[in-house]
């Protein structure tokens, strides 16, 4: 099965064809990033009318590589910015109609959540996903396709918009992860250290607004010791990251020993920082475990994800029939299990 997969939830226009036998045929994304920096943040409306300028001439792009014609269609239906999530539905819904394939509408966390297996090696279920994205820091028990079981959840922040705000603190520009670990590679460690929000108390849930708070504090307190300069900047990055990085690899530590569950995927764009991938390799060692992570483009958003989800879901029987909606909230255990996997 061939199936053009579009993703437009947020402020990257991704799509892809992912065929079942072959593979992935082509890909192709656009983001959005010259558009927002000068607001230091994604502006919903803006996004939404570049989403509709962008869609078509990538779907365009991509069927150009694509010899076969395409057997089905997958768009991210939620969650996101509902005008983003719009185009990309209704683009996708329609297309499907013109062409008289079957469409889908695909949850955008569980997209992230399946691209490792795009890799090789791809993880067997059961796996426990850490999903760390600009909106969500959750773990999750995966015992199949839509079998997801919430083991922990943000309470506040998500870890990649603690990364965003840290960095306009910083003085850096958005998107902020990126910029933070590249400033924090700089930095020199033990000079400030940062606490390891709720580690001290049993569970897996996470808050990094206490975090953010700190980070703050440590800046307007060099700020007034008038000691602002490059290096500090970099050293208190370097200490947020840190701790944003340990706070993870614990809870994911716990969440391996309470399961018993020996495979760890990553996913999500937080899942790009090397820093992460670093502690979470030596983590999984110490647990006989094994890490699981998306090369650095499939971390972030795209379309490869959306149309391989979709793709799996499909081939199980799965469509939205003709009509479709956008769902900027959905709650990832509300899904349900494909037909038959
Ligand atoms: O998955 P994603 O592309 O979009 C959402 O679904 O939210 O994740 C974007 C988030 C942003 O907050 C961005 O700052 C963060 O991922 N991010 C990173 C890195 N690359 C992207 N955070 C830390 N380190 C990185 N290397
Ligand atoms: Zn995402």
């Known amino acids: 099965m061939r199936v053009l997969g579009i993703e437009t939830s947020c402020d990257e226009t991704g799509v892809a064809i992912y065929d079942s036998e072959e593979g992935l045929i082509s890909e192709a994304l656009y983001s959005q990033i010259d558009l927002h920096i000068e607001y230091g943040g994604v502006v919903p409306e803006l996004a939404s009318r570049d989403h509709i300028r962008k869609t078509i001439p990538l779907i365009k792009q991509v069927l150009v590589d694509s010899k076969k014609?395409?057997?089905?269609?997958?768009?991210?239906?939620?969650?996101?910015?509902?005008?983003?999530?719009?185009?990309?539905?209704?683009?996708?819904?329609?297309?499907?109609?013109?062409?008289?394939?079957?469409?889908?509408?695909?949850?955008?966390?569980?997209?992230?959540?399946?691209?490792p297996m795009l890799e090789n090696p791809a993880p067997e279920f059961p796996f426990i996903a850490l999903l760390v994205s600009g909106g969500h820091t959750q773990l999750v028990d995966v015992q199949g396709i839509g079998k997801y079981r919430l083991l922990g959840d943000s309470l506040d922040d998500a870890a990649g918009e603690a990364f965003d705000k840290a960095a306009k603190m910083l003085?850096?520009?958005?998107?902020?992860?990126?910029?933070?670990?590249?400033?924090?590679?700089?930095?020199?460690?033990?000079?400030?250290?940062?606490?390891?929000?709720?580690?001290?108390?049993?569970?897996?849930?996470?808050s990094f607004s206490g975090l953010k708070t700190f980070t703050l504090n440590t800046i307007a307190s060099e700020r007034d010791k008038d000691n602002l300069d490059g290096?500090?900047?970099?050293?208190?990055?370097?200490?947020?990251?840190?701790?944003?990085?340990?706070?993870?690899?614990?809870?994911?530590?716990?969440?391996?020993?309470?399961?018993?569950?020996?495979?760890?995927?990553?996913?999500?764009?937080?899942?790009?920082n090397r820093s992460l991938r670093k502690k979470l390799e030596e983590m999984v060692v110490d647990e006989n475990a094994r890490l699981y992570f998306p090369r650095p483009e499939y971390c972030t958003d795209n379309g490869v994800m959306i149309a391989f989800a979709g793709c799996q879901r499909l081939l199980a029987g799965e469509t939205s029939g003709l009509q479709f909606s956008a769902q900027p909230r959905w709650p990832i255990d509300e899904l349900k299990p494909a037909a038959n996997v």
């Open 69 to 115: 014609p395409i057997d089905a269609i997958a768009y991210t239906q939620g969650p996101g910015l509902m005008g983003a999530l719009m185009v990309g539905a209704a683009i996708g819904r329609s297309l499907a109609m013109a062409w008289g394939v079957p469409a889908l509408g695909i949850h955008h966390m569980e997209g992230h959540l399946l691209a």
């Open 171 to 206: 003085g850096l520009s958005y998107p902020g992860g990126p910029q933070v670990a590249k400033l924090a590679s700089k930095g020199t460690p033990g000079r400030f250290k940062f606490p390891r929000p709720m580690t001290n108390r049993p569970g897996l849930d996470f």
């Open 231 to 272: 290096q500090t900047r970099a050293d208190i990055a370097y200490a947020f990251e840190e701790a944003v990085v340990d706070t993870l690899a614990i809870k994911c530590r716990r969440a391996i020993q309470q399961t018993g569950i020996s495979s760890l995927i990553i996913a999500g764009g937080v899942s790009a």
